[in-house]
């Protein structure tokens, strides 16, 4: 079992940065491939980034490259996504999830493949 728990989220301005966090506790983190996903109203749950146990890999959706940024504290059993340069098309809720099956290698970015899941933050970007 591993229990997730985001933070971070907020409301903000168009071009303004934000620093999520998730923080697990259970399993052994270090041994999870963690990833961030959102949902926007009406819309499914998007794919945004995600990060291999080592941190050798990181993977992010071709609409957050450049601006948002995933990464790990193992120690701290963190995960982050650092988001710059925010757009209105960014308000979404914000889950993190963690695969404890793939835990090395290039992550995946399907949805189904993560086990375990947070409550998620709620991130809105007024134009």
């Known amino acids: 079992q591993v229990q997730l728990v985001e933070s971070g989220g907020g409301l903000v301005q168009a071009g303004d940065s934000l620093t999520l966090s998730c923080a697990a506790s259970?399993?052994?983190?270090?041994?999870?491939?963690m990833a961030w996903f959102r949902q926007a109203p009406g819309k499914e749950r998007e794919f945004v980034a995600a990060i291999s146990w080592s941190t050798a890999y990181t993977r992010h959706a071709v609409s957050v490259k450049g601006r948002f940024t995933v990464s790990r504290d193992n120690a701290k059993n963190t995960v982050y996504l650092q988001m710059n340069s925010l757009k209105p098309e960014d308000t979404a809720v914000y889950y993190c999830a963690a695969d404890l099956q793939r835990a090395y290698g290039v992550p995946t970015t399907l949805r189904y493949q993560y086990d375990y899941w947070g409550q998620g933050t709620q991130v809105t970007v007024s134009s």
């Open positions: 259970g399993r052994t983190f270090s041994h999870c491939a």
